[in-house]
């Protein structure tokens, strides 16, 4: 099976699946929190380029097993991290 959504509908089923749908709404809405939220310039274009890269993993998850190969997924889980954190970074360098 070479097609990520249908692959983890089979491995994991119908609870797997809502599982996974939760995960990536949780990634998306993050994202776009942090992205509307900041006033750096330097942290809405990283918001925004990992939008735009997340949407792309999404889209390309259609027809490949893109968040089971770690050379993608290494990279992407640093980059949300970052994001993540940008909240925390901005409030501290307030003080």
């Known amino acids: 099976m070479d097609a990520q959504y249908p692959r983890v509908l089979a491995e994991t089923g119908t609870i797997g699946m809502i599982s996974f749908i939760l995960l990536i709404w949780g990634i998306f809405r993050q994202g776009n929190m942090v992205f509307s939220s900041t006033r750096d310039i330097f942290y809405k274009g990283l ?45 501290e360098s307030i003080l």
């Not at 925004?48 to 089971?68: D, E, K, P």
């Open 47 to 91: 918001c925004m380029g990992f939008l735009a890269g997340f949407i792309g993993l999404l889209t390309h998850a259609v027809a490949a097993n893109i968040f089971i190969i770690v050379r993608i997924m290494e990279p992407f889980w640093f980059v949300l991290a970052m994001v993540v954190m940008i909240p925390e970074l901005e409030s």
